[in-house]
């Protein structure tokens, strides 16, 4: 068995199979969008990747519940083959990354398809949204305290936390220059603000508290990473 086929037989035989099944129909959009912009485009298939590995992430987790009352339902139907348990459940998550069983899925749970449909949605307008972003503070340079405006951008990190405004989240970039920088899509004022007093606080009594620094532009900002 070659190394390609064992990881596609994982792939169709561990429980997140649907999610990933669901995000790598995103693939080839989150790629377009990677190649369109300069940071990004010299890294694109490996952005890409790692986008759906996050938005899988994202949709297993919203899924988890409803596949399991799915593989239920089909085992008291008798609809899973095989003599025991393992082989059985094996059956379900081969099916789960089908695109009948997504069909039949959104039927019988829309709420759920609606979710699914809407986390996808987001994910690809949180990474476009952040692109813009980059290019456009890269051009009024207030990046410069923190990444060199011809930087390269290597990987995109989402974060787990709460989405923001209509499903945005937190990323962390990595840039080829090994800085990373935090993006956040929310005014960042409160953060600045705290910046700014710790920075006075160090010179007026001679601390050493450590500063991030954070740059507020409104709707978004940009922060140092902190290890």
């Given at each position: 068995?070659?190394?390609?086929?064992?990881?596609?037989?994982?792939?169709?035989?561990?429980?997140?199979?649907?999610?990933?099944?669901?995000a790598?129909?995103?693939?080839?959009?989150?790629?377009?969008?990677?190649?369109?912009?300069?940071?990004?485009?010299?890294?694109?298939?490996?952005?890409?990747?790692?986008?759906?590995?996050?938005?899988?992430?994202?949709?297993?987790?919203?899924?988890v519940?409803?596949?399991?009352?799915?593989?239920?339902?089909?085992?008291?139907?008798?609809?899973?083959?095989?003599?025991?348990?393992?082989?059985?459940?094996?059956?379900?998550?081969?099916?789960?990354?089908?695109?009948?069983?997504?069909?039949?899925?959104?039927?019988?749970?829309?709420?759920?398809?609606?979710?699914?449909?809407?986390?996808?949605?987001?994910?690809?307008?949180?990474?476009?949204?952040?692109?813009?972003?980059?290019?456009?503070?890269?051009?009024?340079?207030?990046?410069?305290?923190?990444?060199?405006?011809?930087?390269?951008?290597?990987?995109?990190?989402?974060?787990?936390?709460?989405?923001?405004?209509?499903?945005?989240r937190?990323?962390?970039?990595?840039?080829?220059s090994?800085?990373?920088?935090?993006?956040?899509?929310?005014?960042?004022?409160?953060?600045?603000?705290?910046?700014?007093?710790?920075?006075?606080?160090?010179?007026?009594?001679?601390?050493?508290?450590?500063?991030?620094t954070?740059?507020?532009?409104?709707?978004y900002?940009?922060?140092?990473?902190?290890?």
């Amino acid at each position: 068995t070659t190394r390609a086929s064992r990881s596609e037989l994982t792939r169709q035989t561990s429980l997140d199979a649907f999610a990933r099944s669901i995000a790598d129909e995103q693939r080839q959009t989150l790629l377009k969008t990677f190649l369109q912009h300069p940071a990004s485009a010299a890294h694109a298939k490996s952005l890409a990747d790692q986008a759906v590995h996050d938005l899988a992430s994202s949709i297993h987790q919203l899924s988890v519940r409803t596949l399991v009352a799915s593989m239920h339902y089909l085992r008291d139907r008798s609809e899973l083959t095989g003599r025991t348990s393992s082989e059985r459940f094996q059956c379900f998550c081969t099916l789960s990354s089908t695109p009948e069983f997504a069909e039949s899925l959104a039927r019988g749970f829309p709420v759920h398809a609606t979710q699914v449909r809407q986390a996808a949605q987001q994910a690809h307008l949180n990474i476009a949204e952040f692109l813009i972003r980059l290019e456009e503070t890269f051009r009024s340079a207030p990046l410069a305290a923190l990444v060199a405006p011809q930087s390269v951008l290597t990987r995109l990190q989402m974060t787990s936390g709460d989405p923001h405004a209509r499903g945005r989240r937190v990323l962390i970039a990595h840039f080829d220059s090994g800085t990373k920088l935090v993006y956040k899509p929310r005014p960042m004022a409160a953060e600045a603000a705290l910046s700014q007093l710790l920075k006075r606080l160090n010179e007026a009594a001679g601390t050493h508290l450590a500063v991030l620094t954070t740059i507020d532009l409104g709707d978004y900002g940009w922060q140092e990473y902190a290890d």
